[in-house]
């Protein structure tokens, strides 16, 4: 059975950074890629990036260049995501998902609110 | 990036009818690498639809896919009260992957 266990709810401050984990259960770090998506209020999905565990290879979203990093752990089979110089309109609900392209299982989501 | 847009922004009909949503990419999709989720407050997005046209494990098969090039659409035959939700696009035919801004369909 495929799970994805994401860590609980953060409080930030603007100008800090959130590291955000994704657990997996499974096959998944051998044979898919991970990725982030975040839901801010009132807005629609976006794509963050992604890793690919077995390579350690990411790649992001030109609009998170610079302020994202993902990581992975294989010991722990555990992906990272942490987002630098917080805002306040990066208060959202982050996700990762099991990725072939298509994310066909997702974490609960981890709410991340950014206020002073 | 691909720039996904979909429309409409906003659908409104009653239980039992079909709807119709369009996904159009800003380039062509070198082949049919495009997904399609559903979405409803406080849940994570649930997988429809991937390669355009083929149906996720459970999905129930008043949901379906299709187009190719630059047009897809997702097509719900005869609306359940269970699928008024948001929609959106997903390409991942180049990396980034990136969504469309979404579609509502809320009751009419």
């Given at each position: 059975?495929?799970?994805?266990?994401?860590?609980?709810?953060?409080?930030?401050?603007?100008?800090?950074?959130?590291?955000?984990?994704?657990?997996?259960?499974?096959?998944?770090?051998?044979?898919?890629?991970?990725?982030?998506?975040r839901l801010a209020p009132g807005e629609g999905l976006e794509?963050?990036?992604?890793?690919?565990?077995?390579?350690?290879?990411?790649?992001?979203?030109?609009?998170?260049?610079?302020?994202?990093?993902?990581?992975?752990?294989?010991?722990?089979?555990?992906?990272?995501?942490?987002?630098?110089?917080?805002?306040p309109e990066?208060t959202a609900v982050?996700?990762?998902?099991?990725?072939?392209?298509?994310?066909?299982?997702?974490?609960?989501?981890?709410?991340?609110?950014?206020?002073? | 990036?691909?720039?996904?847009?979909?429309?409409?922004g906003?659908?409104?009909?009653?239980?039992?009818?079909?709807?119709?949503?369009?996904?159009?990419?800003?380039?062509?999709?070198?082949?049919?690498?495009?997904?399609?989720?559903?979405q409803?407050p406080?849940?994570?997005?649930?997988?429809?639809?991937?390669?355009?046209?083929?149906?996720?494990?459970?999905?129930?098969?008043?949901?379906?896919?299709?187009?190719?090039?630059?047009?897809?659409?997702?097509?719900?035959?005869?609306?359940?009260?269970?699928?008024?939700?948001v929609?959106?696009?997903?390409?991942?035919?180049?990396?980034?992957?990136?969504?469309?801004q979404g579609?509502k369909?809320?009751?009419?």
């Amino acid at each position: 059975q495929v799970q994805l266990v994401q860590s609980g709810a953060e409080v930030k401050k603007p100008g800090s950074s959130v590291k955000v984990s994704c657990k997996a259960s499974g096959d998944t770090f051998s044979s898919y890629s991970i990725g982030w998506v975040r839901l801010a209020p009132g807005e629609g999905l976006e794509y963050m990036g992604g890793i690919i565990p077995m390579l350690g290879t990411a790649n992001y979203a030109q609009k998170f260049q610079g302020r994202v990093t993902i990581t992975a752990d294989r010991s722990t089979r555990t992906a990272y995501m942490e987002l630098s110089s917080l805002r306040p309109e990066d208060t959202a609900v982050y996700f990762c998902g099991r990725s072939s392209g298509w994310i066909d299982y997702w974490g609960q989501g981890t709410l991340v609110t950014v206020s002073s | 990036e691909i720039v996904l847009t979909q429309s409409p922004g906003t659908l409104s009909l009653s239980p039992g009818e079909r709807a119709t949503l369009s996904c159009r990419a800003s380039q062509s999709l070198s082949s049919t690498y495009l997904a399609w989720y559903q979405q409803k407050p406080g849940q994570a997005p649930r997988l429809l639809i991937y390669g355009a046209s083929s149906r996720a494990t459970g999905i129930p098969d008043r949901f379906s896919g299709s187009g190719s090039g630059t047009d897809f659409t997702l097509t719900i035959s005869r609306l359940e009260p269970e699928d008024f939700a948001v929609y959106y696009c997903q390409q991942y035919d180049s990396s980034p992957e990136t969504f469309g801004q979404g579609t509502k369909v809320e009751i009419k």
